[in-house]
């Protein structure tokens, strides 16, 4: 399961490539204190990661949810009980009782807000009936068991999307995008320190062009990044947010990641480990140390179709447990509640 857990950037790449319909629901929903108001949720593939959350860190089993202490060895209080007789939503008939929501957002520690908690107790119980018509983890869908039913289904599903099972389509669009990884000239990787201009950087042009050419002078003679970066530093206490350095990944003269002025002018330098001249393009101005320089390559679909699979194979599983559920919500009936005010006291 943690391999559906992704970091921010992962997810932000995979979602210029994912593009998932959206079912969206009208609802509003009220507890006690504090009040939890829901004017539109939308159910949408972000949902996954608050049923991977709720999936990866409760256990599979309560073992004491419905017992006298509420499985906690906590008396159950009156509001205790019109909460659960209280629902939130059903789910082919199946309820789901507001006490379930506040019991889940309680065991997150706070991870959770109520939509998502929602939202994670309607997946589950759509993820463990299809477990169940599946035969998955057996056939019974008490509540005790309906969180390992949707565990093992979501596992079954991963296990099942492998890299050959991936869309040769898919991967060939993949490949096209990130042709210039595989199919490329020489490439330089360069470090620069930019002086910008305009509104966000030094007014004057005269004095952003003068203190790019001091920093060329003290950056002369730099031995590696580290060094042509350790001698920038002393001025960006001078110039602050105007002046940045950084390093950036390799790219070919005929790149057009960057701007044209910028790619001449790294490829203009006469070896690796020298300091460019001081230039301006829209940005700025810039002084550069080429780091090194990177053959040619010339990697056909074919051989680079590993690579592509692998990067891909997270998303695409995500993708079809998102797909499963979009299908479960459209086969299934869901209805929301709205809390009457004597559940909210």
């Not at 289904?153 to 389509?169: C, G, Q």
Request: proline content about 6%; aromatic content about 6%; glycine content about 6%.
């Amino acid at each position: 399961m943690r391999s559906l857990l992704r970091t921010a950037e992962e997810r932000r790449r995979s979602s210029e490539n994912v593009r998932l319909p959206r079912v969206t629901r009208e609802t509003s929903f009220i507890f006690g204190a504090p009040t939890c108001r829901i004017p539109a949720m939308c159910r949408d593939r972000s949902r996954l990661a608050a049923l991977a959350l709720v999936a990866f860190l409760l256990p599979a089993c309560d073992g004491g949810r419905g017992d006298a202490t509420g499985g906690g060895g906590k008396p159950v209080t009156e509001k205790g009980r019109r909460e659960a007789a209280t629902p939130a939503a059903t789910v082919d008939g199946a309820v789901i009782g507001i006490d379930e929501v506040r019991a889940l957002m309680d065991e997150a520690d706070a991870g959770l807000t109520a939509e998502q908690a929602l939202d994670a107790l309607i997946d589950e119980h759509l993820l463990a009936r299809e477990a169940a018509r599946r035969g998955v983890a057996g056939v019974d869908i008490d509540i005790e068991r309906k969180r390992a039913m949707a565990y093992e289904l979501v596992l079954k599903i991963r296990d099942e999307t492998t890299a050959d099972s991936i869309d040769e389509r898919v991967l060939k669009e993949h490949y096209e995008r990130q042709r210039e990884r595989f199919v490329h000239g020489p490439q330089r990787r360069v470090i620069h320190a930019v002086v910008r201009t305009g509104k966000r950087g030094v007014r004057d042009p005269a004095a952003a062009e003068a203190l790019a050419r001091r920093i060329r002078d003290a950056a002369d003679g730099a031995a590696s990044d580290a060094d042509f970066a350790a001698r920038v530093k002393p001025f960006q206490k001078e110039a602050g947010t105007s002046l940045k350095v950084e390093s950036l990944p390799p790219f070919a003269a005929d790149s057009r990641r960057f701007v044209k002025e910028f790619v001449d002018a790294a490829f203009a330098v006469p070896k690796i480990e020298t300091v460019s001249p001081a230039f301006k393009t829209s940005f700025g101005w810039h002084v550069l140390y080429v780091i090194e320089e990177l053959p040619a390559q010339d990697v056909a679909f074919a051989e680079a179709r590993p690579v592509l699979a692998a990067e891909l194979l997270p998303q695409e599983r995500e993708k079809r447990i998102v797909q499963l559920l979009q299908r479960l919500m459209r086969d299934n009936p869901v209805f929301l509640y709205e809390a009457p005010p004597e559940a909210a006291e």
